[in-house]
């Protein structure tokens, strides 16, 4: 519907684009539940990752290349019908894409949780979010702190695109062309980012270690894009800059996936993915509301880049508070996870016993099938 974008179907396909929006990213979530899956060696996980991430930015460039082609040998200069082009792409391509997946690939799988008795699908959703969160406050403090860091780190870079974009157009009095190419040139770095990860984790140290260097990358740039970018006619500083984004935003989203696959108990892949996804968004809209209360309230727009490293420190704080790697890998494997046999034991026992809390009893793990 996309397609049929105007000036008098704005609003209908703004509502038709928050359903795809939730369908997309519960679809995503269903992907990402696979990763953990994959295999148990940390080295092939940990290039699976690499070339996960390498492709995911690989493609976004070559669609941005397509619609430029396109519209400059079409002759096509209207934002519209630029819109309407890149849709009509994307659903061509995610069709075509979609089909051998979702139709052949992804067998079929049983269900990981049964509704317990006397319970509603309703609320029993929000019941094992509360039990899970619970058990990573308590049992596993290496994801919790985790989540915490991708909510600072990945949240900032999330919103970075908006104020970059902003900061050019205002203070650098960039070009629509020339934030184009500041973009790709950041999402091509990417690219060579997911590389450097893999071989910075295979070979010279942790992912916790390799993503606090990617964040220390992107604190770096950005600060230098504050302090240095003042004027316009910076567009070769710029797109040296934009090389470092790049560069660490590829690193840091590999690395990331690789912690948030071996930080989780078996079992629980798929609930415990949602929330690594909800953690990368959570905060997305603080630094952006942050800028823009700034800009109101006429500070300068370089102080306010600027303070978008104050969220990539904390995001390494974050990091720094997971500990030793390895004990955080353990105490996810130990860990029993939620099963279907464990939800049962735990509302029957809080049925019989409301005031003793959740059972303390071990439950048998769910052996699951490697896609």
Known sequence: LSIFLSENTWFMVAIVQFFLGVLGWGMLLLSYAYLPELTDDEQRLNKY???FTVLQFATMVVFLIL???????AGIDDDIATARIGAGICFLSCTLLWIAPWGWLYKRRDAAHELPEGSSIW????????????????????????????????????SLGTIILTFLTDTLQFSAMENGITFLI????????????SF?????????????VAT??????????????????????????????GLA????????????????PKGQATELMGLYLFAAQSLSWLPPLVFSVLNEVGVSQRFSMGCLGIY??????????IGDYRQGVEAAQSSPGETSSTIREEEDKDRRYPTEGPSSSDSNEIELPVL
């Open 49 to 51: 990752t690499a070339n």
């Open 67 to 73: 619609i430029v082609a396109i519209t400059t040998v």
């Open 123 to 158: 609320t029993q959703g929000f019941k094992q979010v509360a039990r899970t969160a619970t058990m990573i406050y308590s049992k596993l403090p290496a994801l919790k702190w985790f989540y915490l860091a991708v909510s600072f780190g990945d949240g900032t870079i999330v």
């Open 186 to 197: 950041l999402l091509v770095a990417s690219v060579p980012g997911g590389v450097l990860a």
């Open 200 to 212: 910075f984790v295979a070979h010279i140290g942790t992912p916790i270690f390799s993503s606090i």
């Open 216 to 245: 220390l990358l992107l604190t770096t740039t950005t600060i230098l894009g504050a302090v240095l970018l003042s004027r316009p006619g910076q567009q070769l500083l710029v797109y040296g800059l934009s090389v470092g984004w």
């Open 249 to 264: 935003t590829g690193w840091k989203f590999s690395s990331d996936k690789v912690m948030a696959s071996l930080f989780i």
């Open 312 to 321: 990539f420190l904390l995001a390494i704080a974050c990091y720094l508070m």
